[in-house]
């Protein structure tokens, strides 16, 4: 059946790693693509016919994670060598490599603003970052088990996350408490997410499910039972009206959220497919798997203007009213609304002019730059050149810096003291500083296994309460 012009056609794809793509992720503009592989590397993929591909060389392990900064600025990257990276998205690959998780880091994710990131890692913990000073901030631990990803609601205001302990907790970034846990008896959640306006999460399910909550009112709103394998990962268009889903049973398939219902199947993948992307407007989405290649779809359907969408999304970041599906996925005409049957679309039935799979590749070393739980890079750039190549305060520039603003914020580094007129000279200091953050961290762990006991001994003394009334209740029948 030949496809309709608003189902969703492969319109490209790239060869380049050497192994399964675990993560991907679009530019802010939607003109490049992001991706991370099992074969250790990022790779940077232009969408513009025949341009060449950057691979980026640093992480030792697998590269688990990878998201672009909200201005398109910084890319970061987790990894299973237990480091966190931001690298420039350029060709001189510069990268700041992020030490303090002690186990396989599995995901990174921006805040809306820029200014903070969120690292989920097998040590049980998430923790939260500082953009602008590069800092470690604080840990979050009440999970028992791996954490498989953290994410930020669109306001900054709560991070979800998802556990092989089988629960899905809400975190308060202003309290670093946790205020909601979802729990489930049957499987775990691998990925999960906010929608657009963020009053739900969606969770990806290794029990073969897609589970919609809305946490206004802690209720499992709707309950997906599509894949014949776990889901690895999905994501949200823009409008907030459809979801995407990407399976180990070697599947994608499109959610239309409004009706409840499958509305399509994407069969282009040889194996699991372990992660898919809209771009930032929702008119491309992309995928990647165990067959080693990045698939670039086009949507074609539901196409909404992205700026239309941050504007319309950023005026609901209340939790107060009453929830209503309709509310909470907007109601917008839909082209598919008179098809009642899922379609299915197999691009290898088809004879398809694709553009080159295999653009020219460059491969980039990283150059790295300080490398402790306080990643601040000391660094002087040289006159003229752009500040946020050095990852000075690069999340709070904004796009229309003038150049003259740069220069000024240049020259007036430039005043600083050089390291031969420093009365410490400056390995010192960085070792210094190095062992101040170490024993920062030592203290919050400290802290912590302190709120642990405290628990400990609560429940302890509830059970001795338990165990005396219950001695009464039998003195006083016998």
């Keep these: 059946m030949a496809a309709a012009p608003e189902d969703p056609v492969l319109e490209r794809y790239f060869k380049g790693h050497k192994a399964a793509i675990t993560s991907v992720d679009f530019s802010p503009s939607g003109k490049q693509l992001a991706t991370a592989s099992w074969d250790t590397f990022l790779m940077l993929w232009n969408c513009k016919p025949q341009a060449r591909a950057f691979r980026y060389v640093g992480h030792k392990d697998v590269v688990t994670s990878v998201q672009f900064s909200p201005l398109g600025n910084l890319l970061a990257s987790a990894s299973r060598d237990r480091t966190v990276r931001l690298w420039i998205p350029d060709k001189r690959g510069k990268s700041s490599e992020f030490k303090a998780h ?30 602008y000073r590069q800092r470690f901030l604080y840990s979050l631990y009440r999970h028992t088990h791996w954490v498989r990803c953290a994410k930020f609601s669109p306001d900054g205001r709560l991070i979800v996350s998802c556990s092989e302990d089988k629960t ?16 489930d008896s049957v499987g775990f959640a691998n990925f999960v997410d906010f929608n657009p306006n963020g009053t739900c999460i969606a969770s990806a399910g290794s029990d073969h499910t897609v589970k919609i909550w809305d946490i206004r009112v802690n ?28 399976s180990s049973d070697g599947t994608l398939k499109i959610l239309d959220l409004l009706e409840g219902r499958l509305i399509y199947t994407l069969q282009g993948h040889t194996g699991p497919v372990f992660t898919v992307s809209f771009s930032k407007g929702g008119e491309l989405f992309s995928s990647g798997g165990a067959d080693t290649q990045v698939l670039l779809w086009r949507t074609n359907f539901d196409y909404l203007n992205c700026k ?30 008179g098809k009642i049957e899922t379609v299915e679309i197999n ?45 000075l305060n690069p999340s709070l520039l904004s796009p229309d810096c003038s150049p003259a603003a740069l220069k000024k914020k240049t020259e007036d580094m430039s005043d600083l003291p050089s390291e031969s007129q420093r009365s410490i000279p400056l390995a010192v200091t960085d070792a210094l500083e190095h062992i101040m953050e170490q024993l920062n961290v030592l203290t919050q762990t400290v802290s912590i296994l302190e709120q642990r006991l405290t628990l400990t001994e609560d429940k302890l003394k509830d059970c001795l309460e338990n165990q005396q009334r219950l001695f009464n209740v039998i003195q006083q029948k016998s």
């Excluded at 599995?106 to 890692?121: N, P």
């Excluded at 309950?223 to 014949?228: E, F, M």
């Excluded at 239309?308 to 909470?328: A, E, G, Q, T, Y």
């Excluded at 460059?362 to 990852?391: A, Q, W």
């Design 102 to 131: 002690t186990a396989p880091v599995r995901s990174v994710d921006f805040s809306a603003d820029g200014q903070f990131l969120a690292t989920a890692s097998e040590d049980k913990s998430i923790k939260v970052w500082n953009m």
């Design 168 to 183: 899905i907790k809400i975190w308060d970034t202003t309290n670093k408490q946790c205020v909601n846990n979802f729990s």
């Design 219 to 246: 209720k499992l709103l709707q309950h997906y039972q599509v894949h014949s394998g776990g889901v690895n990962c999905v994501s949200f268009h823009p409008s907030g009206n459809y979801i995407i889903t990407a």
């Design 308 to 337: 239309d969408m941050i504007k319309r999304n950023l005026k609901r970041l209340h939790f107060d009213s009453s929830p209503h599906l309709v509310d909470i996925y907007p109601r917008t005409p839909h082209p598919h609304e």
């Design 347 to 391: 691009p290898k039935l088809e004879v398809i002019d694709l553009q080159t799979a295999s653009p020219p590749v460059v491969d980039i070393l990283s150059f790295d730059s300080t490398t402790t739980t306080d990643t601040t890079v000391r660094t002087l750039p040289d006159k003229g050149e752009e500040i946020n190549r050095y990852f």
